[in-house]
């Protein structure tokens, strides 16, 4: 959709600050945050899943590279057990902060 109306709205420093750090903390602009707030739209907040998407980055490296060394017959067996671990609280953390959204 084409956003080619503005409207100007007058807040005081404080008022900005707030708008902005909201928008920053919803990992939007502070735009597309006013427009969703004004239009009635739900604004969900995950804490945490930043330090979760980067922890499933590691572990999709760590399983990659385990799949090249494989594919070149540089190792022969893996043992699976870490990375379990790593799935299981991951997955945890994950179901735990969507039960906040629920």
């Not at 919803?26 to 707030?37: A, F, G, K, L, N």
């Not at 004004?38 to 907040?45: A, F, G, N, P, S």
Request: with cysteine; proline share 2%.
């Amino acid at each position: 959709m084409a956003r080619e109306e503005f409207i100007r709205v007058r807040v005081s420093a404080e008022e900005k600050k707030i708008i902005q750090q909201k928008a920053l903390s919803s990992y939007r602009t502070p735009s597309d945050y006013v427009r969703e707030c004004c239009l009635d739209k739900e604004i969900i907040v995950l804490d945490g899943l930043a330090e979760l998407v980067t922890e499933l980055r590691r572990q999709g490296n760590n399983l990659n590279q385990l799949t090249i060394m494989a594919r070149q017959e540089r190792i022969r067996f893996v043992g699976f057990e870490p990375f379990e671990e790593v799935y299981r609280r991951t997955w945890q953390v994950l179901n735990s902060l969507l039960s906040r959204v629920a």
